[in-house]
């Protein structure tokens, strides 16, 4: 499984198994204040960029997503409408 943040609409994946794979997108609403850095960082994480989009949860898991992607070899774009 391999995932990645979504940061003004764009995300980027590396190292993903060539062929048809199933996808799954999901959102988490973050506190814009987030106080004390985590710990063990020096620095607390960067506030969101952007309003915060609600995806519904049938799109959470690669089961019920309904979303599929044929991965190719070499650099590829793929960008997922949802309702």
Do not use: C, H
């Amino acid at each position: 499984m391999r995932t990645a943040d979504i940061r003004q609409g764009k995300y980027s994946l590396e190292k993903v198994p060539v062929g048809r794979v199933k996808v799954a997108i999901s959102s988490v609403k973050v506190d814009p204040n987030p106080g004390d850095s985590p710990k063990g960082s020096e620095t607390p994480p960067a506030p969101p960029t952007g309003p915060y989009i609600a995806v519904p949860s049938s799109y959470a898991q690669p089961s019920t997503s309904g979303l599929s992607y044929e991965v190719k070899e070499g650099n590829q774009t793929k960008d997922f409408s949802l309702p």
